[in-house]
């Protein structure tokens, strides 16, 4: 069992950036490809970026490229989702998730733990 807790959610004007962290409990953090999802209100839940075990490969949505950053701190046992220069469509509740998967995915059915998510509002 993992748990998982995001934080660093709120309000942020358009071109401006916000981190979110999501901190995971447990000893095999590090076994872990990690996502990050988002669900905005009346849409079905969507894949932002997922980051390999290692940190050495990433893989983001064609919506955030360019302007998103996935990374993580395996000695801390958190993931990272840098939003720089956020649109006002960026607008969702996100999640981190955990996939026990040996490779990245963009699929959701395969991540087996979920935060509880974290509200992001960006204002134009």
């Known amino acids: ?3 998982l807790v995001e934080s660093g959610g709120g309000l942020v004007q358009a071109g401006g950036s916000l981190r ?4 995971a409990s447990g000893r095999t953090f590090s076994t872990y490809t990690m996502g990050w ?7 079905e839940r969507e894949f932002v970026a997922a980051i390999s075990r290692s940190g050495g490969s990433t893989y983001y949505a064609d919506s ?27 607008t969702a509740v996100y999640y981190c998730a955990v996939d ?5 995915a963009t699929n959701a ?16």
Not at 20 to 23: E, F, G, N
Not at 37 to 43: E, V, Y
Not at 109 to 124: L, N, P, R
């Open 37 to 43: 999802f988002r669900q905005a209100p009346g849409k």
């Open 100 to 104: 026990p998967r040996l490779y990245i």
């Open 1 to 3: 069992q993992v748990q």
């Open 64 to 90: 955030v490229k360019g302007r998103f950053a996935i990374s993580r701190d395996n000695a801390k046992n958190t993931v990272y989702l840098q939003m720089i220069s956020p649109y006002t469509e960026d």
């Open 109 to 124: 059915s395969g991540y087996a733990y979920w935060g509880q998510g974290t509200q992001v509002t960006v204002s134009s």
């Open 20 to 23: 979110l962290s999501c901190a």
